[in-house]
């Protein structure tokens, strides 16, 4: 069923999953699926494709980064942030050219492979806000997104020229589980639970005005402003996203209503249309510094090993530009930490700090501590770049022609 959307998003296009209904229909178990493998849910198979398509491609690099984001009670939480708070933080929404709507100071996270998309997957849920009510005690009350964005680029290095990247294509897959539609008197909800529900019903009733207006051609204005839902899915819904909705209904009578009142929803999201397209070159894109990060220092590993050269030489001692990195380099990339590749994250967290962002990284070095340093940070980003790393590994190339040839060719709804 998503086959199709998720080949786009890698091939540059921005998609989004969202599962809709009342508490305890299955949103999260469409979604997540449970923990027992066999019975995996969209997002881990989602994350299974995507590697699976990337370790299989030809002169392409990619750069998968990964946020987990929880709205609840109208404030924005990074589920991928240890140390948050689960009261006080409220990260705002930022509406950038070029970009769209987006949460900046979310935690990003490089991922390398599906396994550590799980691990992050599970270190965001162990931080949602879970509530019962009289539906389901274990439901969670809260909407969560949890996106992959993927940076590739072309790669030229079997034509001799080393390292040589082309221009940068970014597509973003968002994994929406909503909290329950249901309305509040049937929960049964009083006190801070009835608040929690109500702003749950403003950001879904939000989302229902959204998608009539969308939907009733004449309507001008289109209040994706009036919850933060609405305004972080604005993109998905009539924008350049392709979007699945998923609706969860309840097969007993006593939730009649209920699965009545979410066909109805569903049925007129079926009728937005949205325009999708590639994301071609876009200006914030973390690629593009890694890329410069490693084409500079390489530049300077080179001078400063002609420096080593002269030194020898003229004894003449002279200011390695190596040096001069530590200092210039310090706030250059964006706060982005890199995972060891391979390393289970899971297992400590533990995060490689990169030259940048290291606050120890000492100013008094050698010149071949330097020089080692410069050298691994360059290995590091490289290793958080993929793609072709299984491209002889024809069992997985027949599995992969097989899941093509299963899947509906596109998706009839809103692409
Ligand atoms: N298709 C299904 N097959 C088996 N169990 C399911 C299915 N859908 C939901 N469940 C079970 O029903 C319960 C509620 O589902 P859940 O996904 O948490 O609902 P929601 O997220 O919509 O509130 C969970 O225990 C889940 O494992
Ligand atoms: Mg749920």
Same mark, same amino acid.
């Given at each position: 069923m998503c086959y199709s959307l998720v080949e786009s998003t890698i091939e540059g296009y921005n998609g989004t999953i969202f599962a809709y209904g009342q508490t305890g229909c299955g949103k999260t178990h469409t979604m997540q699926g449970d923990k027992n493998l066999s019975n995996s849910g969209i997002i881990p198979k989602c994350f299974d494709h995507i590697f699976e398509t990337i370790s299989m491609t030809t002169n392409v690099r990619y750069l998968a980064l990964v946020t987990y984001m929880e709205i609840y009670n109208e404030r924005i939480r990074d589920l991928l942030n240890k140390n948050e708070n689960t009261s006080v933080i409220n990260h705002s929404l930022k509406e950038l050219p070029?970009?769209?709507?987006?949460? @900046?100071t979310l935690t990003t996270q490089p991922v390398v492979n599906a396994n550590q998309c799980y691990d992050w997957l599970h270190f965001g849920n162990k931080n949602r806000v879970t509530a019962a009510t009289l539906m389901n005690k274990?439901?969670?009350?809260s909407h969560t997104i949890f996106t992959i964005t993927l940076e590739q680029s072309p790669f030229f290095n079997s034509i001799g020229l080393e390292d040589a990247f082309g221009g940068i294509r970014r597509g973003k897959l968002s994994l929406v589980d909503l909290a329950g539609s249901e309305r509040q008197r049937r929960t049964g909800a009083k006190g801070d639970r009835l608040k929690e529900a109500s702003q749950i019903n403003l950001s879904l009733s939000a989302l229902g005005n959204v998608i009539s207006s969308l939907v009733d051609g004449k309507a001008k204005h289109v209040p994706f402003r009036d919850s933060k839902l609405t305004r972080l899915l604005q993109d998905s819904l009539g924008g350049n996203t392709k979007t699945l909705m998923i609706s969860c209904i309840s @097969?007993?009578?006593?939730?009649y209503d209920e699965t009545i009142s979410t066909l109805r929803y569903a049925s007129r999201a079926k009728n937005i249309s949205n325009k999708p397209k590639i994301n071609e070159d876009?200006?914030?894109?973390t690629l593009r510094l890694y890329q410069n990060e490693i084409l500079y220092l390489k530049r300077m590993l080179q001078e400063s090993q002609q420096i080593s050269y002269r030194n020898n030489d003229t004894n003449k001692i002279i200011e390695s530009p190596l040096k001069i990195i530590q200092l210039t380099n310090m706030n250059s990339t964006k706060n982005v930490q890199i995972i060891e590749?391979?390393?289970?994250?899971?297992?400590?967290?533990?995060t490689n700090n990169s030259i940048s962002t290291n606050p120890n990284f000492p100013l008094i070095q050698s010149e071949g501590e330097i020089q080692l340093q410069a050298q691994s940070r360059i290995d590091l980003i490289k290793r958080t770049?993929?793609?072709?790393?299984?491209?002889?590994?024809f069992k997985l190339k027949k599995k992969a022609h097989g899941s093509k040839i299963c899947s509906p060719t596109s998706l009839k709804c809103n692409s």
């Open positions: 070029g970009i769209g709507v987006s949460v @900046p274990n439901s969670s009350r @097969p007993t009578d006593i939730n876009p200006k914030d894109a590749s391979g390393q289970n994250c899971n297992a400590s967290f533990k770049l993929i793609g072709g790393e299984r491209i002889h590994d």
